[in-house]
């Protein structure tokens, strides 16, 4: 096992970790709040000890790659580092008296999920609010992903590492280099973050809550500094502007790639040629209308209203972003079916958002269709293809033990949660979805947050989420004795 090179990647994380917090750090010493000298005991705390490993440890010459056990290992450790040392500005700031709080509400945001354990923050330190929202973005992409782009010669053999924490069934290169590829989704990531910027500036939000909201929306995680979320901004033109951009961060990234480098007459099919994302699109479109018709009732008959909520809520849960204007805990039942459908499925591959993924479910649904159809051809030999092209029988075989882990998990971890004995049972499976589909807003007690929880469950919550942004198994291969073995 290459232990040398994973110990300077663990170390590389952390020091790109505390490299993000210098924004935070910079708006508290701007505005004033107190909260600047946490935030800069725990950039150094954690830069120093990152730098060290860096620099101090060797892997040597013949030990500049990573196997595909190891690049799992890592990404699961660096995760789990990563979450710990995002929890020290919340915790030593005081605002969270409980460590198991500080880290859960780290791990919600590393991992986009937006749950948490806060019932009152709008009174809480700006630079602190901004670093809750920074790890939205940071994690959104990936840090490993983050730490390629900066360090592209970081070792020969990357694709494992990106292939771990990446979302979806496959890694699709867009050059032939690993670390080029993660410059290239760096630095489109960072331009649609700076578009969604400016698009809210000019809707009249002031540059605070602009560029909070917009690494939020970024990350696809849905971290807001007021209390009723993007509602709280009461600011119809900046919804619109979030809703777009929840259902922008949803799309893979590597169309808009094709679509920056194809021709002038390509650029608009560049994205309809995908068959991901004409189903991302069909799905979103029609659960949307399916949506304002089933909450007519609810306001009043009023069409254009009906849609502006259903719009913004469905693709914040499709995207998993879990902003919210409404609490969709008041929706008619076939309404609130809906939206734990929408958290199931999620949305494409190679973007920020969380759930199973529209590229599982399509080829589920095509591996199902053969089989009944196989019945009745028993000998014909029947190919599932995505985009014209032949699916390799492993990808769906993987596919479908993914599908099997996820709900195993989303079942167990609601039992487990309703241990403690403190919520109603649909609340607790609501909670499981939510963390393992990385949404955020569940059902019932645990509708707005995760307080009620004791420490069992909030740990068992930070596993869960972990488990769903890293597509389950980096985080359950730490838990093999396999994987330890020096091989």
Request: hydrophobic share 50%.
């Amino acid at each position: 096992m290459n232990r040398k090179l994973m110990i300077r990647l663990l170390g590389a994380m952390l020091a790109i970790v505390a490299l993000a917090m210098i924004p935070s750090l910079l708006l508290a010493l701007y505005f004033g709040d107190g909260d600047a000298a946490v935030l800069a005991e725990c950039c150094g705390g954690l830069l120093i000890p990152g730098a060290l490993l860096w620099f101090l440890v060797r892997p040597g010459s013949g030990a500049a790659h990573l196997r595909l056990r190891e690049g799992f290992l890592v990404v699961g450790l660096g995760w789990l580092v990563l979450s710990v040392g995002g929890a020290l500005p919340f915790f030593f700031s005081g605002l969270y008296p409980r460590f198991e709080d500080a880290l859960f509400e780290s791990v919600s945001g590393f991992t986009t999920t937006g749950a948490t354990v806060l019932t009152n923050f709008e009174h809480f330190p700006r630079g602190i609010m901004f670093w809750r929202a920074t790890t939205h973005w940071v994690g959104g992409m990936g840090v490993l992903m983050l730490t390629l782009a900066l360090l592209p010669k970081l070792t020969g053999r990357t694709s494992h590492l990106v292939r771990a924490e990446s979302p979806g069934p496959s890694l699709s290169k867009l050059v032939p280099h690993t670390g080029t590829t993660a410059k290239i989704l760096y630095r489109i990531y960072i331009l649609l973050t700076l578009m969604e910027f400016l698009a809210l500036l000019l809707s009249g939000l002031n540059a605070y809550d602009a560029a909070l909201h917009s690494l939020s929306t970024a990350g696809t995680g849905g971290f807001s500094n007021y209390l009723d979320s993007v509602g709280g901004l009461h600011n119809p033109a900046a919804e619109a502007v979030i809703t777009a951009f929840m259902f922008f961060f949803g799309v893979n990234f590597a169309l808009y790639y094709r679509f920056l480098i194809s021709g002038p007459k390509d650029k608009l099919f560049s994205f309809f040629r995908d068959e991901e994302f004409r189903w991302y699109l069909s799905l979103v479109a029609v659960m949307i209308l399916t949506l304002t018709v089933l909450n007519l009732p609810f306001y009043e008959n009023s069409f254009l209203r009906s849609f502006r909520y259903s719009a913004f809520m469905l693709c914040s849960i499709t995207s998993t972003t879990g902003f919210c204007t409404v609490n969709f805990n008041l929706w008619p039942v076939a309404s609130q079916t809906l939206v734990v459908v929408a958290m199931l499925i999620g949305a494409c591959a190679g973007s920020t958002a969380g759930g199973m993924k529209v590229i599982r479910v399509l080829l589920a649904y095509k591996t199902a269709r053969r089989a009944v159809r196989s019945t009745d051809q028993p000998k014909k030999v029947q190919v599932v293809r995505l985009d014209g092209k032949a699916v390799e029988e492993s990808m769906l075989t993987q596919i479908s033990v993914f599908i099997t882990i996820y709900f195993t998990l989303v079942v167990l971890g609601g039992f487990l949660l309703s241990l403690e004995g403190k919520f109603a049972a649909m609340d607790n499976f609501s909670a499981a979805l939510t963390c393992v589909s990385n949404v955020g807003p569940a059902f019932g007690a645990v509708a707005s947050d995760f307080t009620g929880y004791g420490v069992f469950g909030k740990l068992l919550c930070c596993f869960l989420m972990l488990a769903g942004r890293l597509e389950l198994f980096p985080i359950l291969l730490l838990f093999t004795r396999s994987a330890w073995k020096s091989r």
